[in-house]
């Protein structure tokens, strides 16, 4: 079987700078932006930067240059990558595959919130959304306006997508990930300048040991896991996908070592504008750096409001946290898109409305999981959230479990390493990758997996 640029038109990477962004581009979402920050205020600060800074440049690296070289060596999307390695693991690609499927929605749902606060704060409305969180409560519980929003985000991602990987993610991503770098530090840089942003720094950078026993140090570790397999958008088809678009001739370890750091890096910072603001206007109350939708949608449009130039700023944070996850949600897409494209032989544009008319189907049941279905529950969650389970602690960490088990035990590292002289004339992470595959992530995969059901991080 030919591979997915040569059968279907698809195309490729026209540059290494080109992949390098798209790929941290994929990489940087709206978990470098609101979970990060709130895992290490909740975990130790400091302790927890180091923690995830040694997981990423071990365990991360592994597993991306391990996904990417896949891709790159088989020339195919996920599902055909895993059959052409070994037949006996086809179920892999396609359960591989479904997460995608299933997080790509959601995920536009999540997307739609952030593009009705953007234009709150630009229409200088954004003080209307600040309060005790029963506008977005109220906003999120009506179907009208996050089904607009939803649809919005949809379509601009598709219509990215659509225009191919050279043309379309790769041109957006050259413009995008700067913008969102530029940002990202300016934004960080203003907030430290705050009288009283001393404290938030100390409590975010500093390793608090308080109280920390050799449980939490554990639940530091399993946290830190967590937070790198979600950030870093591995088991989940896109690095397998972006990698069957890479040159043969570009570095393959020098490329997963630029998306490592444009990817920890843009969480760092986003950990120096949440937390210093977060602290400056709750009077240092850790407790409003809470998880979730709190954060992002609550807490901090509350921070603006109570700020000078709040409004402006505001505008600015999320027109950051929109191109997060606009560069996500474009490598999720196509990597459904090259899916079907590959599976059922079809162009380009037939694969990207097949894949739109898949996310408006799911994307609604999460949209009215808030409203018109709010009483449906599945495992006692709503549909968003179901959705995010199962893809995010169970799905994902089984994908990437069973495919050290098929790269550590069954093909042996080699596979990777063949892959990686292709471009390299030397291996310089074999032995760590050699190592982590066959040991070390087998076992991080199932702290993953058995986390979530022993305790409640």
Known sequence: MSSIKESKGNGGFGSKLGFVLAAAGSAVGLGNIWRFPYLAAKYGGGLFLIVYIVLAVTFGFTLMITEIAIGRRTGKSVIGAYKSIDKRFSFLGWLAALVPVIITPYYCVIGGWVLKYLAMFVSGQGNESAGDGSFFSGFIGSAGGPTLYFFIFLVLTALVVMLGVEKGIERISKFMMPVLVVLTVGIAIYTMTLDGAGAGLKYYLLPNFEGFTFEMF?????????????????????????????????????????????????????????????????????????????????????????????????????????????????????????????????????????????????????????????????????????????????????????????????????????????????????????????????????????????TKL
């Open 218 to 454: 554990l639940k530091t570790i399993a946290a830190a896991m967590g937070q790198l397999f979600y950030s870093m958008s591995l088991a989940m088809g896109i690095m397998v996908t972006y990698g069957s678009y890479m040159r043969k001739q570009d570095s393959l370890e020098q490329s997963v070592r630029q998306i490592e750091i444009f990817d920890t890096g843009i969480a760092v910072l986003a950990g120096l504008i949440i937390v210093p603001a977060v602290f400056v206007f709750s009077g240092g109350d850790a407790g409003a750096l809470n998880a979730g939708p709190g954060l992002m949608f609550i807490t901090l449009p509350n921070v603006f409001g109570s700020m000078p130039g709040g409004q402006v700023l505001g505008a600015i944070f999320f027109v950051l946290v929109a191109l997060a996850a606009m560069t996500s949600s474009i490598s999720l897409m196509e990597t459904v898109v090259s899916i079907i494209m590959e599976k059922f032989r079809l162009r380009r544009i037939p694969a990207c409305l097949i894949t739109i008319a898949i996310c408006a189907i799911f994307g609604m049941l999460s949209v009215l999981g808030y409203s018109a279905w709010d009483a449906i529950e599945i495992f006692g969650m709503q549909f968003l959230d179901f959705f995010d389970f199962i893809s995010n602690n169970i799905m994902m960490p089984i994908v990437a479990l069973m495919t050290c088990v098929l790269i550590g035990w069954v093909t042996k590292p080699k596979y990777i390493e063949d892959e990686v002289l292709v471009s390299e004339e030397k291996f310089k992470g074999r032995k760590l990758v050699n190592v982590m595959l066959k040991f070390v992530c087998i076992v991080c995969m199932i702290i993953i997996l058995i986390t979530p059901f022993i």
